[in-house]
Each structure stands twice: as C-alpha cells, then as structure tokens.
C-alpha cells in the first residue's frame, strides 16, 4: 500500500481485546473534521477484520493497513459523515 | 431449555434411540466371526451400511465408517493425498472449510512427500481460495488453484458450519474433474437434509448431525478414486478404517438417517422459513446488527449474526441464563488466540457473534421467544462496556 497519511487522531488500542478497539474508535471518530482520518493501533488479530467490517458497517471508508514494527498495525479510517 | 444448536450437534431421533436400543441386544458380536451372532451382527451392519450408501448416493462398497466426521476428513484427505504422491502434495481448500479439513491438509501436504519434484506453480502445501462477503468460494480462483501442476487434491464443503451458505459443489466437482483432480466434499453440516451433491471423489459425513448417536462418522471413496490409508493396516472397513466397528451405533445412524430424510422436505420448509424470519426481524430489532452468510443459497437450518460492540461469550451466557442454547464463531476470548478463520476470510465482524440452528422440531415459539429476550440482552451488554 502507499504511504500512510498522516491521520488527525491516533487511538492506542494496543494490548486491548476486540470488541474494545471498535468501540473506542465509535466513541472518538466525531472529534476529528469530516474527511479527516483516525487510525486505530491494535494488536488483537480480531481488530485486524473487524476495524474495516465496522468500516463497511457504519459506511466510513477504510483507508488502509499498515503493519507496525512492534507488531500490530495501524488501521486508518476515514471520517465521512 | 430451548435448544437451538443442531449444526453442533442433533438430538438423538427417536427412531435411533430405538434402533439403538434394540442392536445393542441383538449387534454387539464381532461381525468378521463366523457363529450365528456374528453372522446377525454382520447382517445388520451390511443392512445399515446400504441403508446409509443409498442415502448419501454412494455405492457400500465405497462406504467406510469411521468415528466422528472430523475422523472420516481426516483419513479422506490423508488417504487421497496417499494415492497421489506419483502427482503432488498440493490441496486446494475453500478458506472457510472446517479446521478438520484445514488441519489434515496442512500436515498431509507436509508429510506425504510427493515422489514428483516440486515445480513452481505446484509446490506442496496447502493453498486456500477466497470467499465472498457472504461466505460462498470463488469457483473461477478454485477452478483456476486444482488446475495448476502438483495439485494433488482440492476440498469443498457442501454447507459452512458458522453461517450455513451453500457451496457451489457441481460446479467445482466439474472443474476437478477437468483438471483431473479429486474433490473430498465434506457434507457434515448436509447430510441427512439435504441431497449430497454428485461429483465427489471422497465423501465425509457425520451420523450426530442428522439425528444419529455420536461416534459414527461416513468415509465413502468413489470407485476408481486411488486411495492408500495414512493409518497401519487394519481387515476393518475395506483397510480404510482400523478397529473394532461400532453395530448399534451404525445401525442406529441408518435409521436417524432414513427418519430425517423422510421428514426433510416439510421440515426443512418449516425451519427455513423460521431462518427467514430470524434473518428479517434481528436487524430490525436489534440496532448495529449484521445478519451474515447467504440469504437464499444458504442451509434450511442456520442463520448467523453479529452484533457490533458486544462480546460474543458474554452474548451467549446471557442467552443460556435465559434458556438459550446457541453458539458463536466469534472467539475473543481468553480461551482462544484467533478469531474464527471462517468471518476472517468472510471479512465480517469476528465478534459479537451468534448462530442459531434449528434442529428437527424446533418450536416457533421458541424462535419468537428468542427474538424477545434478544435485543434487551444486547442493549444491557453494550451498556456496561459504556457504549451508549
């Protein structure tokens, strides 16, 4: 994927079981400007689907994935309503 | 209790009960012996195994009973990796086949060294082909993964476990076919309710899921299908099968199996149409629900959803304080380390998960109940996790 932009807000989910990484990302999308992107830093290999099936669900674009390099990855999404 | 988890495993029919009752008086000498007992046992175990063959569209002689479904997989996979060894190691899988079938693939892949050299396109291993959102294969990648060199097996259920779609079994069998490739169908969630769908080289079936007692599972290897056992040689059950075979077991097996097959086509109407009505009254009553797998190509019995913000094992033991058994595919849990690989491939919510199968019988009034108690449940559940 193409480099990550560089999101408004980052949510540290690391450590945090599913379904707590999705709530936390529903309780705290609305502070950042529409379009803007949150990403999402989660270790829990449920997060990894579930952050982009919320994504589809509650129709905010998924924007990527990116690994880190303390294991996990950053889910970007973007804000849309 | 309302027990709504037949894709686990079926309630005992009363007609096997029964047979069951009956063949452990009259089936439980050693069928290979040669004295009037044995000769009785042998004959209800001949009677049972053409009962069960006609059933499922297999000829006995290509009938094997093993121990469990997971079992007659795991020899079936093992067994045909074992006759193909001239071909590859190489087995092509849909990604949402059962953990049996992705287990026995992995190791056999691994440990039945193919004799020929290993090319690019047809290294060993196990290769898995995608699914849609809705859990159904992607037959032009399937089609595409047996054709290519090495590969020594493919696998495909007829039904999914987690959220019931239908596979598209006749036409991977006719992609195998010309690939010269076998195809073992795993119809454990299926049979008994369905008609087994042709094409197959290696059948898996399991007699507890159409009503049978537990310990009988179907390995049924069609004619011509080059197979070599995995396990040390054994007279029992055409070498396929060691050790001592269980009559009553399977004699009961074939009557539950008759029993469901005469009964499938009202009740599977009448479950169905409970599957719709789950499936057309969650979301509606339910906020942040996703009602997962095929709406139409799906099985009579099983419907799956997922609820956002909600933990599925905390779900479940709301349900079963309230009379409830279901199940989930969601684990996150302690207990387990992965989310269900099935919703994964899917690409769906791994959490919050419930699946409701209705076995033979199930009460309207206990679907309508469910449908009750549900969304109270749900809505307690996110309110302590502070969702709102």
């Known amino acids: 994927m193409s480099s990550p932009v560089q999101p408004a807000?980052?949510?540290?989910a690391l450590g945090k079981k599913c379904p707590i990484p999705i709530i936390m990302l529903a309780e705290q999308i609305n502070a950042v400007p529409l379009n803007a992107v949150v990403a999402v830093l989660a270790d829990?290999?449920?997060?990894?689907?579930?952050?982009?099936?919320?994504c589809r669900l509650k129709s905010h674009p998924h924007v990527g994935t990116y690994e880190l390099p303390q294991g996990g990855w950053a889910i970007h999404v973007r804000r849309n309503y | 209790m309302a027990y709504l988890d037949a894709a686990s495993t079926e309630p005992l029919h009363p007609a096997a009960r029964e047979a069951l009752l009956t063949t452990l008086d009259t089936g439980w000498a050693d069928p290979a012996r040669l004295y009037g007992s044995a000769r009785r046992a042998r004959l209800l175990l001949d009677q049972a195994r053409t009962e069960i063959a006609e059933s499922l569209g297999a000829r006995p002689d290509e009938v094997s009973f093993t121990a469990s479904g997971t079992q007659a997989v795991h020899l079936g996979v093992l067994g045909a990796l074992g006759g193909r060894?001239?071909?590859?190691?190489?087995v092509v899988a849909g990604a949402v086949e059962h953990s049996s079938v992705l287990h026995a693939a992995t190791l056999g892949s691994a440990t039945t060294p193919a004799t020929a050299p290993a090319t690019a396109s047809g290294s060993p291993g196990l290769v898995t082909v995608p699914v849609s959102l809705t859990g159904r294969v992607d037959l032009a990648a399937f089609a595409a993964a047996?054709?290519?060199?090495?590969?020594?097996l493919a696998c495909l259920q007829t039904a999914n476990h987690e959220v019931g779609t239908?596979?598209?079994v006749a036409e991977a069998a006719a992609a195998c076919r010309t690939a010269g490739v076998p195809l073992l169908v795993d119809a454990c969630q299926t049979a008994g309710r369905l008609p087994v769908p042709d094409g197959w080289s290696v059948l898996a079936a399991s007699a507890h899921k159409w009503g049978g007692p537990s310990g009988v599972g179907v390995l049924a290897v069609r004619k011509g299908t080059r197979f070599r056992s995995a396990l040390p040689e054994d007279e029992r059950e055409r070498g396929r099968v060691p050790g001592f075979v269980n009559v009553p077991a399977i004699v009961a097996s074939a009557a539950a199996l008759r029993a469901s097959l005469a009964e499938a086509e009202a009740e599977n109407a009448r479950l169905s149409a409970l599957?719709?009505?789950v499936r057309r009254r969650v979301p509606e009553l339910v906020p942040d629900v996703e009602v997962i797998g095929d709406p139409v190509e799906r099985a009579p019995h099983i419907v799956t959803f997922s609820c956002l913000y909600v933990d599925g094992e905390v779900l479940l033991t709301e349900l079963d304080r309230l009379g409830f058994a279901v199940s989930s595919g969601s684990s996150?849990?302690?207990s387990t380390l992965r989310p269900s690989h099935v919703?994964?491939?899917?690409?769906?919510?791994t959490h919050g998960n419930v699946r409701v199968s209705l076995p033979r019988g199930a009460q309207a009034a206990d679907v309508e109940r469910f449908l009750t108690v549900l969304p109270d449940v749900v809505r307690r559940i996110r309110l302590d996790a502070g969702v709102a």
Do not use: K
């Open chain 2, 85 to 90: 060894r001239r071909v590859g190691s190489r």
């Open chain 2, 146 to 152: 047996v054709s290519a060199e090495g590969t020594a």
């Open chain 1, 44 to 54: 829990d290999p449920a997060a990894y689907t579930d952050v982009p099936a919320w």
């Open chain 1, 9 to 12: 807000l980052t949510i540290d």
């Open chain 2, 343 to 349: 919703l994964e491939a899917m690409g769906v919510l």
């Open chain 2, 166 to 168: 239908l596979q598209p």
């Open chain 2, 275 to 277: 599957v719709d009505l």
């Open chain 2, 332 to 334: 996150c849990t302690a």
